[in-house]
Structures are given as C-alpha cells and as structure tokens.
C-alpha cells in the first residue's frame, strides 16, 4: 500500500450508499438490480471520464425521502432554568464573535458551565473529567476522537486505511503521501526518489508533532535536503514525519500569490450523525508564487503567521469564486472538456465530497464512542478543513483542523463569523428540540442551515 495517493484510485462517484439511494428515489425498487448491473459496465467508462461526470452526480443533494433520527427511545428535555444559556471560556478563538452569535439569538452568558445549556469550546480545556461530568441534556462542542484526523499522520492512515477496506472509495484528493515513521516507509520512500521520477519533483517534510506552518520543510527537486530527508528523519527519534508530495501547478491568486483555502464543518448532531460544510475563505502567501525556488518554506505557506502585515481583506469566497469562475473562462477550451457544470460548483463539490469522504473513513474511530463515557446524549463540533486547488481546478485535501483560526478581523470576516455561528446555534438548537419533542421522528429536513449544507447525514 506505499506509496499511497489517493489519486491512484480512478473511480469517481459518490459511493455505494448514495447511488442506491439515487436509484431508488428515480425508478423504484423493483428494477434496482437491473440498474446496478448498468452501473457495473458504466464503471468502465467512469474510470476513463471521471472528472468529465463529477459534480453532476455530486449535485443530487440530499433525498428528500431520507429519514434519519437518534438511536434513544427518548432525549432528556433541557430543564427550564437552563434553557437559552451558553458557557464559553474567554481564552476561546473567536470569544467576542462566537458570543454575539449567541446574543444575536437570544441567549444569555452563563456563570458556569454548570448552568449552560450548550457548552461552547475551541478545545477541551478542563480536560477528561470535566468532560464526564456534564449533564444528559447538556450539549458540548467537541467531539472526542477529533486527534484521530487532526494529527497529520493520522489524518493519511485514516484514508488510507480506509481505502484498504474500500477500493472504490473516492480518495482522488489526498496527495501522494508517505509516513516515515517506519523503516519499510521510508524505504518505500527512497524507492519513489530514485526509480520513480520523485527526485525531480518538490516534496514537503512534515513534522506532525506541531502545527500553524511550524515544523515544515520545503524539499526542492534534486536537493540534498530531498536527498537526505530520510536519514534525517531515521535519526530523529523524538518527533514522527511524513513526506507528501508538493502540488504543482497550483491556481494562484489575482496578485500571482500562492493560496490555499479554508473552509468549515460542523458536526450538528452525533445522534445521529449530521455533518454539514460551509465555505470560508482563500489565506493568501505575503509572497508570489514560484515553482522553481524552494529556499525559502515561508514563500511556500499560506498559515497566518508567515502572511505578516499584508491586507488580504479581498480573501472572502465571493473572490475566490470569482477567480475560479474568470479562470475556467481563461482557459475553457481545455477545462470544458472535464467540466460540464458551473467551475465554482465543480470546486465545491470536490471539497463536499472529500470531507464525506473523511467522515466515512473515521466515523467508527472519531464519532462512535464519544457519547459513551459521558452522560451527555449528543454533541456538536465546528472545525475547519483546508484545500488546495491546481490549474485544472482539481482540488486536494490537505488537513482538518479542530481548533480553526479565522485570520486577523475585517468587515468580511465579521459576516463570515454571522454567516457561520448564527445557524450554527440555530441548527444545533432545532436538532435538540426536534429530539425532545419525538426521538424516533425524523430529524430532516433542517430549516435553520443558511449557508450551511449536508454532505452526511445517518448512513448518507
């Protein structure tokens, strides 16, 4: 299985589970089996043509049939003193705008998180016992395997274990990745620099034991950093690495900067399982983009640490989209050839779809215990998830973020934070109320998501 790259995989469609809910939903059950035997010859041809036909099968939304609802007979009701009353540590990212969301809507900062309702945090502070120790009607924000696919190697192994499990999984966004913590790793590695064309590509060295741009080392073609990078690492014995390939060829911004995107999601409901996507914003390089110079890992980063002074307030999705659109435009004699829907939607829908992905690869080992040690009947998360996107507008899934920064605040940060936490606490209240009311009752559909959108929802 090494080396791995998502990409080696050719077949592009939504997954077993999806397709049959398709199916069922345009032409009834009794001719399922016929269609499905269809379904097996047209693989053929989609692994020839699967960037021609994506989006348009990803563009199907969620059935408006599906039924989905919790696994308990009945959910503690929320008793009427605590009721509209939210906890937050001040220390929280984004403290002023997570609670003007919350008085937007009515509610009132609790004393304690004793007293809160929902209890709100960027992470678990307090620690396991403070976790424990809340109430069955209580609703926290975090989710307890959230390490298995925030750390840079687990993030890879998930998928790629995942992927060992189910071959025809889409896994087309994950770059070519190696985790060299082991020997037979890093001789898989050396393997793919010397007789596989990977010593005339740009790697990047990734210390997984930090984050925000740090422990990051930028592996020019043919240098003696790329040369030497596995010895390197076999004499560090106090931190683990993985070495992943550098995407070329990337879209650069208005300015000819190098730029990546963040974009959020949110676990609405653990029981069941909901999880929605929404988009977020280009983080921009202080430097122009240049494929040919290595020396330097900051020009190469995108973290708000290595952006300094430089005002990026044009950074919002409606400039990104904007950039995506007037570059299909550009170029839409080859593009239109794979591209047979709006480009912005053709983006966002490899983006969807790589975080559904993400979920099903971890949802037995990041979010289906995480009610079991506490009291609590059902949690909620908000993270982020950050993309890349080359030339012919393919996108690669870089990492998930459990505790996302937002970047320095402007006017359009401001409603992004209105477009993101007010149905965020809408959504997250409607699930709640629909659960007192009926348990077994379905829970879609979803009337307070705004910009929010469903890319899981029970077993779709």
Known sequence: SYPWSGRNNNVRHPGKRRWMTIIKGLVGKRIVALMLVSLAILAVVDMRMRRVNDGIMLNVGVPPD???????????????????????ETKHKGYN????????????????????????QSKNIKGRNYFKNLKPWQRYSR??????????DGFFDGFREYQEKHPNAP????????????????????????HHGGMGRPWVLKN??????????????????????????????????????YICNELVWSGGQKFDLRMFWMVASLDPLIVLYHDGYARVAASSYDETDFSSTGKHLTNHEFRGNVDFSDSTKDHLWELVRNHYNLNRDELSKKIRIDPVQHV???????????????????????TVKTKMENLFGFYGCDFLIDNDLDVYFIESQASPGFGKPNDDRVDMYRELFRPMIDTVQEINQKQELDARANILPLQNLGGW????????
């Not at 009515?106 to 004393?111: I, Q, R, V, Y």
Request: hydrophobic share 40%.
């Open 66 to 88: 599906l039924v989905v609802h919790g696994k308990r007979q009945a959910y503690a009701p929320v008793p009427e003193p605590h009721c509209g009353k939210f906890y937050i």
């Open 97 to 120: 705008d997570v609670v003007r969301a919350f008085n937007n809507r009515g509610w009132t900062l609790a004393k304690s998180s004793d007293d809160a309702h929902i209890v709100y």
């Open 143 to 152: 989710v307890g395997g959230i390490s298995t696919f925030e750390s840079k």
């Open 171 to 194: 896994m087309y966004f994950i770059p070519k990745t190696f985790r060299l913590k082991e020997e037979n790793h890093r001789q898989a590695f050396r393997e793919e620099l010397e």
């Open 208 to 245: 997984v034991n930090v984050n925000n741009g740090q422990g990051i080392e930028m592996l020019g073609p043919n240098s003696i950093a790329l040369k030497t990078a596995a010895e390197r690492v076999d004499v560090d014995k106090n931190n683990t690495y993985i070495a992943q390939e």
């Open 348 to 370: 966002r829908n490899q983006m969807k779809e790589s975080l559904g992905a993400m979920v099903s690869a971890f949802r037995h080992v990041a979010f289906a215990n995480s």
């Open 453 to 460: 959108e469903i890319v899981y929802a029970g077993d779709w």
